[in-house]
């Protein structure tokens, strides 16, 4: 695989806790509705006869586990994944464990190559806990927190079934439980929780661990608090979760909505009519044609459903999905001046193919407007951006940028202006400020080394 080119994403986790046995597929369903956090591999574990068994296969969840597989069982978990440590081989796949304890996670530990050989952060988690066990309350997580940085949005089972929930202090990324007939649910997103009849119990705090057992709630408590804010992911907002999602009691949809409002009263742009980039933008492109007044056109047409381009892992896969993902309704944009939106820039990829799409269709002018500030920094939180090289905004100016991709003009948000749509201000903006919410120093040439051989 083709480490230099990849930037990944991030992963979905989904656990279950019921009093009775139940069917497999509900953890099945969960993860098919996560499969935008991860594309990689899909994986199961699930608790019997004191004693864990896991299935994981490469691909999508549909791929993994077929409709007529099925299974009973009372506690389990399960995980959608992109790697952002070591390769995306079955070996390393989540959830990762053995017949005692297994794991399932979002996010990046940041320094763990700082403890010892292991191939991904993943197995670096298992292995502290595999011989910890008669202390895991107690000494064991506690322990792992004040160690462990970066971001993580953790699910550990164990063979007595026992299922624990675990959200790092800084919130980096989402975690919530639910109810779905009286069964006990954890998931990345609320909207999976809502979207399979149930209902949502809490946003799971920064430094919240709780303790699930057959369909009861045995530990709820906040065990690690220090005062300092979350620093929960920005572009969960931006582009990661769905937009019917909530974050901590924010709408992703509304903050989306309200960027492109904001991007249309500070980085105006005048033109005929105002076009998405398929599918995340959308919201942000309905924003910014309210508050302008210049009419919204579908005039890209989104042709394959399931695939987002910037999660494939080569630059030779992500050229492909975007030469199939594309459609265009040319009379809708010969001659005129487009006001193109998206929700933001990494590599260029989307704007380039666009940009071209547009200028062959016969559109004057096309003037990008983007939902979010300049992608200038790597993040070690839960995303790959492997290498400052990689990101097209680093070390060029937008008149630069605009000149790369092919286009009249471009316009970002600034950092204030996106923590003011979004309507929060306790939010990690270190891919885009370089500010890293980090609880130890690093040296950021290292991590490059670590996290982007
Ligand atoms: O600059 P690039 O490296 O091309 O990456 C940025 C693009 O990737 C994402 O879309 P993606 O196709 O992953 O998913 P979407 O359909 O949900 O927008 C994002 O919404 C941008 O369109
Ligand atoms: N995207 C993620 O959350 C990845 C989880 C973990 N860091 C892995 O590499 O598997
Ligand atoms: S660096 Fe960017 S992508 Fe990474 S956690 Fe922070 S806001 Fe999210
Ligand atoms: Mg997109």
Do not use: W
Not at 176 to 187: A, K, M, P, Q
Not at 396 to 420: A, C, F, N
């Amino acid at each position: 695989m083709d480490k230099i080119d990849k930037i990944r994403d991030k992963c979905g986790v989904f656990g279950i806790s019921s009093n009775k046995p139940i069917s497999i597929q509900l953890i099945i369903e969960g993860l098919r509705l996560l499969q935008h956090r991860g594309q990689e591999s899909a994986g199961i574990s699930y608790s019997e006869d004191n004693k864990i068994s896991t299935i994981k296969g490469l691909g999508l969840v549909d791929d993994v586990f077929k409709d007529n597989f099925t299974k009973f069982v009372k506690n389990g978990i399960g995980h959608v994944r992109y790697s952002t440590t070591g390769d995306s081989s079955i070996e390393e796949a989540q959830p990762l464990g053995d017949s005692v304890i297994s794991v399932a996670f979002n996010g990046t530990i940041s320094n763990y190559y700082k403890f010892g050989t292991f191939k991904t952060d993943t197995e670096f988690i298992f292995s502290f806990f595999r011989n910890r066990l008669n202390n895991l309350i107690s000494s064991a997580i506690p322990d792992f927190i004040n160690l462990a940085d970066g971001a993580y949005s953790l699910l550990i089972l164990l063979n007595d079934g026992t299922l624990l929930g675990l959200r790092d202090p800084r919130g980096f990324h989402p975690l919530t439980l639910g109810i779905i007939n009286d069964v006990i649910v954890f998931s990345s997103e609320d909207s999976v929780i809502k979207q399979l009849g149930g209902k949502v119990i809490k946003h799971i705090l920064p430094g919240e661990l709780i303790m699930v057992k057959d369909g009861e709630i045995i530990y709820d408590r906040i065990i690690y608090e220090d005062g300092l804010p979350y620093s929960t992911c920005s572009f969960e907002y931006i582009y990661f979760s769905r937009p019917d999602s909530n974050i901590d009691g924010y709408s992703v949809y509304i903050a989306r909505r309200r960027l492109g409002e904001i991007l249309a009263e500070k980085h105006p742009a005048k033109g005929d009519i105002v076009v998405p980039v398929p599918d995340s933008s959308r919201p942000i492109a309905i924003g910014f044609s309210k508050r302008s007044g210049i009419p919204l056109e579908e005039a890209l047409v989104r042709t394959i459903s399931s695939v987002r381009s910037f999660i494939m892992p080569t630059q030779d896969k992500r050229k492909e999905v975007l030469e199939e993902k594309f459609g265009i309704v040319s009379e809708l944009v010969k001659g005129k001046r487009i006001i193109l939106i998206d929700d933001s820039i990494v590599r260029g990829n989307t704007m380039r193919r666009i940009a071209s799409m547009l200028r062959s269709a016969g559109a004057k002018e096309i003037h990008v407007r983007i939902g979010s500030p300049m992608i200038k920094y790597p993040c070690y939180m839960g995303i790959d951006f492997p290498r400052r090289e990689e990101l097209i905004a680093y070390n060029r100016s937008e008149i630069e940028i605009s000149k790369e991709l092919g286009v009249d003009s471009i316009e970002y948000l600034t950092v204030e202006e996106m923590l003011q749509a979004i309507g929060r201000k306790d939010l990690c903006t270190a891919c885009f400020s370089g500010n890293y919410p980090l609880k130890f120093r690093y040296d950021f040439k290292e991590l490059e080394k670590v996290f982007g051989k």
